[in-house]
């Protein structure tokens, strides 16, 4: 199975009633140093994810898989994608905050760390000084260095 990746712009309809419906953060998605993305399978909109650059260190946010596409490994393929779009522009480790999907992310590679073990880039976004309540995981993992960039996203 694959996943083909295109850019959604951050004030796309679709997008933006996949995140609502998952009551995911929507006020904060204009910024340019964030990049989001429509995830397709065999044509038809499966999901959506996007990334927060910096520098080395890179926020993964706004996955949502459409509640028809769960449970088929695209959650996965998802993760995987936007990590190898983030390595193909510089960065080394991946950081995301959840408050209702850690142990997904534990399946993908990440690991539950403090909040202090973060970068000071990751602890002032939005999603983790203020759009995520205090009780939200945050989960890190070093992206592997032979993760290859790709608009097709091979299982
Ligand atoms: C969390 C979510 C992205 C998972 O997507 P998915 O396509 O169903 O996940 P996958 O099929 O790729 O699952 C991969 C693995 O994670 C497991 N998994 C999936 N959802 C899980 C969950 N909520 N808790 C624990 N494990 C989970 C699967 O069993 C699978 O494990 P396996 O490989 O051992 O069988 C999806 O349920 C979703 O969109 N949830 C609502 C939005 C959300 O919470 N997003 C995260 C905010 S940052």
Redesign the pocket.
């Known amino acids: 199975m694959s996943v083909d990746l295109e850019p959604v712009a951050p004030d796309a309809a679709d997008f933006i009633a996949a995140l609502e419906a998952?009551q995911?953060p929507t006020d904060d998605l204009t910024a340019s140093d964030r990049s989001f993305f429509r995830f397709k399978r065999d044509g038809a909109i499966a999901?959506y994810g996007g990334i927060e650059l910096y520098g080395r260190s890179m926020l993964v946010?706004s996955?949502?898989?459409l509640p028809q596409?769960?449970?088929?490994?695209?959650?996965?393929l998802i993760t995987k994608g936007l990590l190898e779009h983030a390595a193909a522009h510089g960065a080394m480790d991946a950081y995301?905050l959840?408050t209702?999907?850690a142990?997904?992310f534990e399946?993908v590679g990440f690991k539950r760390i403090q909040r202090d073990a973060a970068p000071p880039e990751i602890l002032s976004t939005r999603q983790a000084s203020s759009l995520c309540p205090s009780t939200a995981v945050l989960l890190m993992m070093p992206i592997p260095h032979n993760i290859q960039p790709s608009s097709r996203i091979p299982s």
């Open positions: 998952e995911l999901g946010r996955i949502v898989v596409a769960r449970g088929q490994g695209i959650g996965r995301l959840t209702s999907a142990d997904f399946t």
